[in-house]
């Protein structure tokens, strides 16, 4: 005698029923966000305290904001290695010329092209690793150093607004 689906009882630890519940929400194409009461109304459902629901809505919300932060870390070193490379490819272009043209061949100027280049390479490969323990340092150096530009400007607009 089969025994039928509906009289097998389920069971889901919490993980399988995050990952459930985030596969549904993704499905629900006709409503592409969600307002907050309807966050609200969802977590009642669930059977979630408003204050843990205020609570992970705090952390998400914190995340986010480091998730940003990070992605502008990105673009800034990013943008710092075009700066390095235009500066590689001008350079070099202008040691190469004036060696062909003072020796009638290229020869030191491959050295420094090599060298300058290799270490061009490194720091390519550094500004694309986003893990890592000098990848942390740089960017909490970064950080820091923006929160003290922002707070030396704030501080310098309301001596000048006073």
């Given at each position: 005698?089969?025994i039928?689906?509906?009289?097998?009882?389920?069971?889901?630890?919490?993980?399988d029923?995050?990952?459930?519940?985030?596969?549904?929400?993704?499905?629900?194409v006709?409503?592409?966000?969600?307002?907050?009461?309807?966050?609200?109304?969802?977590?009642?459902?669930?059977?979630?305290?408003?204050?843990?629901?205020?609570?992970?809505?705090?952390?998400?919300?914190?995340?986010?904001?480091?998730?940003?932060?990070?992605?502008?870390?990105?673009?800034?070193?990013?943008?710092?290695?075009?700066?390095?490379?235009g500066?590689?490819?001008?350079?070099?272009?202008?040691?190469i010329?004036?060696n062909?043209?003072?020796?009638?061949?290229?020869?030191?100027?491959?050295?420094?092209?090599?060298?300058?280049?290799?270490?061009?390479?490194?720091?390519?490969?550094n500004?694309?690793?986003?893990?890592?323990?000098?990848?942390?340092?740089?960017?909490?150096?970064?950080h820091?150093?923006?929160?003290?530009?922002?707070?030396?400007?704030?501080?310098f607009?309301?001596?000048?607004?006073?």
């Amino acid at each position: 005698m089969p025994i039928s689906e509906t009289q097998i009882s389920r069971s889901y630890n919490q993980e399988d029923i995050q990952q459930i519940l985030h596969l549904a929400i993704a499905r629900q194409v006709h409503e592409a966000e969600f307002t907050h009461e309807q966050l609200v109304e969802i977590a009642t459902e669930l059977d979630i305290s408003p204050e843990s629901l205020q609570l992970a809505e705090q952390e998400w919300q914190s995340k986010q904001g480091e998730l940003r932060h990070r992605q502008d870390f990105n673009t800034y070193r990013r943008h710092k290695l075009k700066q390095h490379l235009g500066k590689y490819a001008i350079a070099n272009t202008f040691l190469i010329v004036l060696n062909f043209l003072s020796a009638g061949t290229l020869s030191w100027s491959l050295y420094i092209l090599l060298l300058w280049g290799l270490g061009l390479g490194l720091k390519t490969w550094n500004t694309y690793q986003f893990q890592g323990e000098e990848y942390e340092k740089a960017f909490q150096q970064w950080h820091r150093q923006k929160k003290f530009k922002q707070s030396v400007s704030t501080l310098f607009n309301r001596l000048l607004s006073a």
